[in-house]
Nanobody, 124 residues
Framework: QVQLLESGGGLVQAGGSLRLSCAASGRTFSNYYMGWFRQAPGKEREFVAH????????YYADSVKGRFTISRDNAKNTVYLQMGSLKPEDTAVYYC?????????????????WGQGTQVTVSS
């Protein structure tokens, strides 16, 4: 089992920045690919970004490319999502997720473990 705990959400004005953190416990963190997803009210959960086990490879949804950066610190068992140039449409609950799978990492079904989510609200 892997336990994931997100933090860092909050209310920010459009154009602002936030950094989300996701602390993992329970298993060897560096064995897992990590992803960030988000879910706005009335919408399906959607992919935001994922990062390889070593942190050397990342991938982003087109909607956040160039504005968000995913990173990880395996010594601290933590994955981060640095969000910049925030827009009202970025408002959602943000979830981190972990998997040992290597494929289909943009899909929710690829992930075995999920955090409880952290709310991000961007005001216009």
């Amino acid at each position: 089992q892997v336990q994931l705990l997100e933090s860092g959400g909050g209310l920010v004005q459009a154009g602002g920045s936030l950094r989300l953190s996701c602390a993992a416990s329970g298993r060897t963190f560096s064995n897992y690919y990590m992803g960030w997803f988000r879910q706005a009210p009335g919408k399906e959960r959607e992919f935001v970004a994922h990062i390889s086990k070593s942190g050397g490879r990342t991938y982003y949804a087109d909607s956040v490319k160039g504005r968000f950066t995913i990173s990880r610190d395996n010594a601290k068992n933590t994955v981060y999502l640095q969000m910049g140039s925030l827009k009202p449409e970025d408002t959602a609950v943000y979830y981190c997720a972990a998997t040992t799978a290597q494929f289909r990492l943009t899909t929710t079904s690829a992930y075995d473990y999920w955090g409880q989510g952290t709310q991000v609200t961007v005001s216009s």
